[in-house]
């Protein structure tokens, strides 16, 4: 049995950005979140919550940045998991995933007709939150209407608490969790676009009760605001909302 001990803290997440090849978007749907969403990640140890999201065609047009196209266009990238793990316990499950998901490849349990957009695992920085809000632990089990994911780049001498700080005061956000990049290790079996000069960058995660499209202007103005204090420069932001488990809905307006 795990031992937790004390208080059950987000420690650092897995962030998996996918695209289904055209043709294929229900099998994908289907086999992700009957299968791979358990068998790949959920059943594992020290992971203790996930969810999916999806970006409709309307959704993708929405996105924006001054490197939008990082991740092999702004098109690129319906689907996105995402995934905490405890504090203090990465490398345990990372251990297991490893050689979990060989395992899966060996027995025939993966899907080929997919493209990894984005998939990396982060470290948790910082959490800026409304006062009495969500906790981050429990993001990704609340019905939030939609997660904007948000790649950027912090000025000098900015750091993650820094940054966190001054989205906390400027803007008084919902729910917005910030994390740092880990590399790949090298038997990862993902192949990708788009990793390079990840190193210096933080990703946020905001999560919110309105509806994506009714928030993009203040998204837009936010960024412009940061670069304009010297903060940080935007290079990747993309809305999303929930998928819907058990249903095919979305599958039809991807493009």
Known sequence: MNDIGGEVRLGSMLFTLVEPHRGHEVAYN?????????????????LFAGRRFVATAPLKDLRFGTDAHRFGGIAAGSYVAVYWILDGHH???????LRQVHWLHANGRMFAERDHIHTLMYRHAFTVAE?????????????????????????GGVTAESLGTYLHT??????????TPIPLPADAPVAQQGQEGLEDCLLTLSFTTTDPATAHHERQAAARLLHD?????????APFIPTLPGTDTYTGDLW
Do not use: I, K, Q
């Open 30 to 46: 289907r086999w992700y979140e009957r299968d791979h969403f358990y068998a790949g990640c959920m059943v594992g140890p020290w």
């Open 229 to 237: 204090d010297g903060v940080a420069e935007v290079l990747w932001s």
């Open 91 to 97: 490398d345990d499950h990372v251990d297991w995933a």
């Open 170 to 179: 400027r803007f008084h956000p919902e729910l917005d969790v910030g994390f």
């Open 131 to 155: 006062e009495n809000s969500v906790p981050a632990e429990l993001a990704l089990d609340h019905p939030f209407c939609a997660m904007t994911a948000t790649l950027v780049r912090p000025g």
